[in-house]
């Protein structure tokens, strides 16, 4: 139990970590997605560029193994 515990908390913190980093690459370079979501309160296209920057960096992380 011991060993998945601590396998289980890792993996939580790659996940967070992954969302934190996609997150402020996504206010970096599109500054205005973010903003119109805290605006409006609609939070779909956030999501979905969210969604797009993570792909496309484990999609060129895939391509170098």
Do not use: C, H
Not at 3 to 18: D, E, K, N
Not at 24 to 51: C, H, K, Q, Y
Request: charged share 10%; net charge neutral; aromatic share 8%.
């Amino acid at each position: 139990m011991k060993q998945f515990g601590i396998s289980l908390v890792t993996i939580v913190a790659v996940v967070s970590t992954l969302l934190a980093a996609a997150t402020i690459w996504l206010f970096l370079t599109n500054p205005m997605t973010v903003a119109n979501a805290v605006n409006e309160g609609d939070v779909s296209p956030l999501i979905r560029n969210l969604a797009d920057a993570i792909y496309a960096a484990l999609s060129g992380l895939l391509k170098y193994l």
